[in-house]
């Protein structure tokens, strides 16, 4: 047996400076623990909280428009921004306050995307949208559905319960069916005005033996929001375009082009002419500009919308927000369905370009 063990005061003296340190130890941790706690707290105090949509792009003319349908559009823009903002003010995730959205953007028979999408050229309706995580760069992405009644719900299912980024139509709607979202029979899509279109683009076909493109197809709608947390989440929903054939799919559901969010540059969802959205990978040419080129959200989306797009030849708008809560509502039609809460809380609804 050593001596140490033999002598009681030493063992005695042992003792009690384990248990000095034991509790010195614990002491300064939670001190520790406490600081980072407050420094968190801090920071998301500080984190502004921000939301923005569109309903499409296109030529939207006071002209064209009557007073009553100017409200209906202003009511329901209104509407889906509140209760998106809503989301976010009660400490709500940037993936509820997109999806929310977009939901009552879907459900009115007034745009391009869900309930009053327009028709391909068999006088169907097929759906395709996307939505993407800035804080983990996840996606889910969905194509030429005919019976998902909210799209974008389908999107967020693919993105948080599926190994995979893009799924489309038949196969899309029986992983729809697994995740028992709702689905409707096609007819429930079915607007008239859309067939009135339709049949205008049809013979205008004949008339002009060429393919009426541009113009046909505006009304999609999107929504980025950033949350408490700094967690940017962009999503759009669409019909495509009316007279589209041969299941063509536009930009909406292609992650890059109509829709992308990082939460290290910003998050965008497209509008407009979705076969130069693709080409021009829109929405991820804004966030290069900004990671690349130190350019500003502003500066970056106006270069792409007002310069780089037209080059290509197309025409449509995007919204955007980043980390600050600074939002760009950038577009080069007559027009674009849109509304906003911005990161010091003002607020914008408008559809013309002069609003
Ligand atoms: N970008 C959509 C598409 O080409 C249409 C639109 O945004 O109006 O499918």
Same mark, same amino acid.
């Given at each position: ?94 993936? @509820? ?87 409707? @029979? ?168 002069? @609003?």
């Amino acid at each position: 047996m050593s001596s140490l063990n033999q002598n009681p005061f030493n063992h005695f003296y042992v003792r009690s400076v384990i248990y000095s340190l034991v509790i010195f130890c614990v002491t300064a941790c939670q001190s520790t623990q406490q600081q980072l706690d407050d420094t968190l707290e801090s920071e998301i105090i500080h984190q502004p909280i921000a939301l923005v949509l569109h309903g499409g792009a296109g030529t939207i003319l006071k002209e064209n428009m009557t007073p009553e349908l100017e409200q209906q559009y202003i009511h329901v823009l209104d509407s889906a921004l509140t209760v998106g903002y809503q989301i976010l003010e009660n400490g709500g995730e940037s993936i @509820d306050a997109v999806t929310a959205v977009i939901v009552v953007l879907e459900n009115s028979p007034l745009f391009n995307a869900g309930k009053g999408a327009v028709l391909t050229h068999d006088e169907t309706n097929e759906l395709d949208a996307s939505i993407m995580d800035g804080a983990t760069l996840n996606a889910g992405a969905v194509a030429g559905v005919k019976t998902v009644k909210n799209p974008i719900l389908l999107a967020k299912e693919i993105m948080l319960h599926s190994s995979h980024v893009m799924m489309a139509r038949e196969g899309a709607e029986l992983f729809a069916q697994e995740q028992g979202l709702e689905l409707v @029979d096609p007819s429930y899509f079915f607007v008239q005005n859309r067939l009135d279109a339709l049949n205008r683009i049809k013979e205008k076909e004949i008339q002009e033996q060429t393919a009426a493109t541009n113009d046909s197809k505006f009304g999609t709608v999107g929504c980025v929001a950033l949350d408490k947390h700094g967690n940017i989440v962009a999503g759009t929903s669409t019909g495509g375009m009316t007279n589209k054939r041969w299941g063509r799919i536009g930009d909406s559901p292609i992650i890059g082009a109509g829709t992308y969010a990082n939460n290290a540059t910003c998050g965008v969802s497209a509008t407009g002419w979705g076969e130069f959205f693709i080409r021009g990978v829109v929405a991820y040419d804004i966030a290069a500009l900004i990671e690349y080129k130190g350019l500003t959200l502003k500066e970056a989306a106006r270069i792409v919308i007002q310069e780089k797009l037209p080059k290509l030849g197309g025409d449509g708008g995007i919204i955007a927000l980043d980390k600050m809560g600074k939002v760009t509502m950038e577009f080069n039609t007559s027009g674009m369905f849109r509304a906003a809460i911005d990161g010091d809380g003002a607020k914008f609804v408008g559809m013309f370009e002069k @609003d």
